[in-house]
Structure formats: structure tokens, C-alpha cells
């Protein structure tokens, strides 16, 4: 893959074909993408790569917006390239890993790649106040064996975090020992005021 047509998929704000792209690269192939990765992550972070504004806003406010839909996908598909090509020292730097939409494209690159460094980066995320990925993304690694069960007091603000937002969605409390899953579509934007820990698919056991 070249730089451009990574940087072409990226702008197509399509997570799921950019994870499906990076899934055979090798990690010298990898290696070779992570500039280009890394510095459109920070021109998307930036506002310098943005999405167009629409509606009632758009009158007001004209040109382009960091907020929305176009402006999510894409920054969800810059996190999937910097977590799919470059080192550890980048990955740190991301927040908003988007798995709350696309969390299959986040496991699939994740797994495809299988970082030596995941550990530590997924240690280092839960130590953040906001860690930026949902309680059933990180529930998913465990469960397949792509990392090990994190031991930190974020593994578990984040899990109860999850459990708070499930029970916000159903109405029925929801403890981590009952091993149930819902379908709860765009659960954090619709029923949880907001909860940015809730995903698509939301799981009840601790994994």
C-alpha cells in the first residue's frame, strides 16, 4: 500500500474498508505507512481535515465542522491507521478510538496486527480519565485472547461504567456476573444522555 491510498481510504471515512485494507500488510509494510499516519491523525485533530457542515448550522456558521457523523468517521478511520502502522509512542497519543460505532473495524485491526505493545497501550488507556474506548471493545480483546485481562482500576470504572449504561438502557439492573448480551443501537446517544462508554453491541460479563 502507498502512503496515498492510505491516505485515500482515510478520507473515504470508511473504518470498515480501511481495516480490511490494512488486514494483510506486513508489519515492515506497516512500518513503512506510519509518517503518513501519524500526521494526518494530527491534521484531522487539528481541524485542518474536516467535515462539511449541514443544515441550520451550516447558515450560521458556514465552512466545515469538527462535529458529526462524516467528522466521526473520519476520525475513527485516522485512529484505525495510527493503531494499525505506527509505534507504540503514537498509539499513546490517541483519545476517541470510536468502537462505540465501529467497533468491528477496531478488533479487526487490533487482531490482524497483534502489537507486541498492546498490553501496555491498552494499560496506558485505562489509566486515562477519559480512556476513549467502550467497556465491550475491551470486554472483545479478552475474550478472544488478543490481551490479557487488564488489573488496573480503569478495567474496572470502565466495566461499571458499562454496566451503569446498560441498565439506563433496558431498565433493569445488570450485574457484571450475569453473562447476557443486548443489541443496543447507538445506545450512548439515544437512551444513555450521553454515556460515551456504550457500544453497539453491549456485553454484561466481565470477559
Known amino acids: ?3 496515498e491510498a492510505l491516505e485515500a481510504l482515510i478520507l473515504a471515512r470508511q473504518p470498515d474498508k480501511l481495516a480490511e485494507a490494512l488486514s494483510p500488510l506486513s508489519e515492515r509494510d506497516r512500518r513503512s505507512l506510519s509518517k503518513t499516519a501519524s500526521g494526518i491523525y494530527r491534521r ?3 481541524g485542518e481535515i474536516q467535515s462539511p457542515r449541514r443544515g441550520a448550522l451550516a447558515s450560521l456558521m458556514g465552512g466545515m465542522t469538527k462535529i458529526g457523523d462524516g467528522w466521526e468517521r473520519l ?3 485516522a485512529s484505525l491507521a495510527v493503531l494499525g502502522v505506527c509505534p507504540l509512542s503514537q498509539a499513546k497519543r490517541l483519545g476517541w478510538l470510536g468502537t462505540d460505532r465501529y467497533q468491528d473495524a477496531f478488533l479487526r485491526v487490533i487482531e490482524d496486527r497483534r502489537s507486541d ?3 501496555e497501550w491498552l494499560e ?3 489509566a486515562q480519565e477519559w480512556p476513549g474506548v467502550s467497556w465491550d471493545a475491551v470486554s472483545a480483546l479478552v475474550k478472544r485472547g488478543i490481551c490479557e485481562r487488564p488489573r488496573s482500576d480503569g478495567y474496572i470504572r470502565l466495566m461499571a461504567n458499562g454496566m451503569a449504561c446498560l441498565t439506563r438502557a433496558t431498565g433493569s439492573p445488570c450485574a457484571p456476573s450475569v453473562s447476557v448480551s443486548w ?3 447507538d445506545c450512548s446517544r439515544k437512551r444513555c444522555g450521553g454515556c460515551s462508554n456504550a457500544s453497539t453491541t453491549a456485553s454484561a460479563s466481565t470477559g
Do not use: D, E, Y
Request: proline share 6%.
Open 1 to 3: 500500500m502507498t502512503p
Open 44 to 46: 484531522v485533530w487539528n
Open 75 to 77: 476520525h475513527a478511520g
Open 117 to 119: 505493545w498492546l498490553q
Open 124 to 126: 496506558h488507556l485505562l
Open 183 to 185: 443489541r443496543i443501537r
